[in-house]
Structures are given as structure tokens and as C-alpha cells.
């Protein structure tokens, strides 16, 4: 159990176009998913807390407008990079919190998106 | 705020050793949960064990056990008769219990290395 699905393992798209990453908890409701951003052999940078039925939280620094986040459902997550420029390139990371495991507050994590903007 | 600390940024380890990962933590919380993610060169974080701070039996995992000692607030993890396939980053995390915001506060990892 406790399976999330990240789509897409990979993309490389232009300078100035936008690009969606969609994260799925497939065998529970999540309703807390996360995104994450992974430079190498570095640890996991939180970028923002998606809460299904409302905004976003995002992390200090994080620009809102550019990294847009939409948690529509209780097992979908998006995260749409808006105007990409290739500093954005980066390995991001989504995880879902399942609420009913013991209520240990447990996150489960996406396979990641690996994201090439040239 | 909670900080993670691993303070070993590389190990190795022969196939069929012992290795200990080591993590140490500062929070002013009494609850909490404590977590061992692995990160393959897949890059797919998996969970590998979780402790509750309540509880004071040590959390085990087949192979992965971890020495969990509240009072210092040490939480390393051991992975007995290692294998190659448990090469990987470790990352060690936190997060306080029954918090409003469920974020998980990481370590910067621990490379592990396992040699044939």
C-alpha cells in the first residue's frame, strides 16, 4: 500500500513554456501532498504544501506565481512551472501524507520528475 | 524550529557487514515521529523505518533496526548483513506529532556504500 505515482519521470521542454507535473496518490486520500526540489547529492528542499480544497502554503523564497499548485482532489496534485527558464531545471519530488496510518503523520513519496528546460 | 544533523556525508561498507548510520536531532518537542528515508540511484525516496518518541521500544525492519535514545536525541539507524542493493542515500527526518503544518525537517543524508 501507500503507493504515490509521479507523471512525468522526465521532461525537457524550451525556455518560456510551461510544463505540468502531475503527483497521484493511487491507494489512499491524501489530503497534504508536498513538492519538493532536489539539487544533487543534496537533500529534499520543501517548496510548498498543497491542501486539498485550498491554496497552497509555499516556502520562503518560493516564487508562487512561477511554481503554480493546484490539489484538486484528495488523490491529485499538480505542480505547473510557468515560464521555465533553465535555472528551473531540477529534480522535483512530490510526497502524500497518509492520514490513517496510525496517525503517524507518515509521507509517502513520488518516483520524482526529472525536468530539462533547454 | 527542528534541525537534523547527520554528521557522517559518506560510509562503506563490505557486503554481509553491520554498518551504523548516525543522526541526531534538536527540537523542543516531546512528540514526535522520527523517520529513515532511502534514496537509490533510482532517486525514488522509500521509507525505511519510522519511531514513535512515545515509545520506548526500539522500531526493527528485517534488516534495518534503529537505537533510538530520547534524552540524548540520537536516532542512528543499523542495517545488518548488508547487501548491494542498499546502496544508497540515507536520509534521516523529523516531524513533530499532532503539528498543523505535517512538515517533515531532513537531514542532509548519508551516502552509503556497499562493496562487494
Known amino acids: 500500500g501507500a503507493v504515490v505515482s509521479q507523471h512525468p519521470s522526465r521532461v525537457i521542454c524550451k525556455s518560456g513554456t510551461s510544463v505540468k507535473i502531475e503527483c497521484r496518490s493511487l491507494?489512499?486520500?491524501?489530503?497534504?501532498m508536498f513538492w519538493y526540489r532536489q539539487f544533487p547529492k543534496q537533500s529534499l528542499m520543501l517548496m510548498a504544501t498543497?491542501?486539498?480544497?485550498?491554496?497552497?502554503?509555499?516556502e520562503q523564497g518560493v516564487e508562487k506565481d512561477k511554481f503554480l499548485i493546484n490539489h484538486a482532489s484528495l488523490t491529485l496534485s499538480t505542480l505547473t512551472v510557468t515560464s521555465a527558464h533553465p535555472e528551473d531545471s531540477s529534480f522535483y519530488i512530490c510526497?502524500?501524507?497518509?492520514?490513517?496510518?496510525?496517525?503517524?503523520?507518515?509521507?509517502?513519496f513520488g518516483p520524482g520528475t526529472r525536468l530539462t528546460v533547454l | 524550529a527542528q534541525t537534523v544533523t547527520q554528521s557522517q556525508p559518506e560510509m562503506s561498507v563490505q557486503e554481509a557487514e553491520t554498518v551504523t548510520l548516525s543522526c541526531t536531532y534538536d527540537t523542543s518537542e516531546n512528540n514526535y515521529y522520527l523517520f529513515w528515508y532511502k534514496q537509490p540511484p533510482s532517486r525514488q525516496m522509500i521509507l525505511v523505518i519510522r519511531?514513535?518518541?512515545?515509545?520506548?521500544q526500539n522500531a526493527t525492519e528485517n534488516r534495518f533496526s534503529v537505537n533510538f535514545q530520547k534524552a540524548a536525541k540520537s536516532f542512528s539507524l543499523k542495517i545488518s548483513d548488508s547487501q548491494l542493493g542498499d546502496t544508497a542515500m540515507y536520509f534521516c527526518a523529523f516531524i513533530p506529532r499532532g503539528g498543523s503544518n505535517y512538515k517533515l525537517t531532513f537531514g542532509k543524508g548519508t551516502l552509503l556504500t556497499v562493496n562487494p
Open positions: 491507494d489512499f486520500q491524501a489530503t497534504t
Open positions: 498543497s491542501n486539498e480544497g485550498s491554496k497552497a502554503t509555499y
Open positions: 510526497s502524500a501524507r497518509d492520514p490513517d496510518y496510525h496517525g503517524t503523520d507518515t509521507q509517502y
Open positions: 519511531q514513535e518518541a512515545y515509545k520506548q
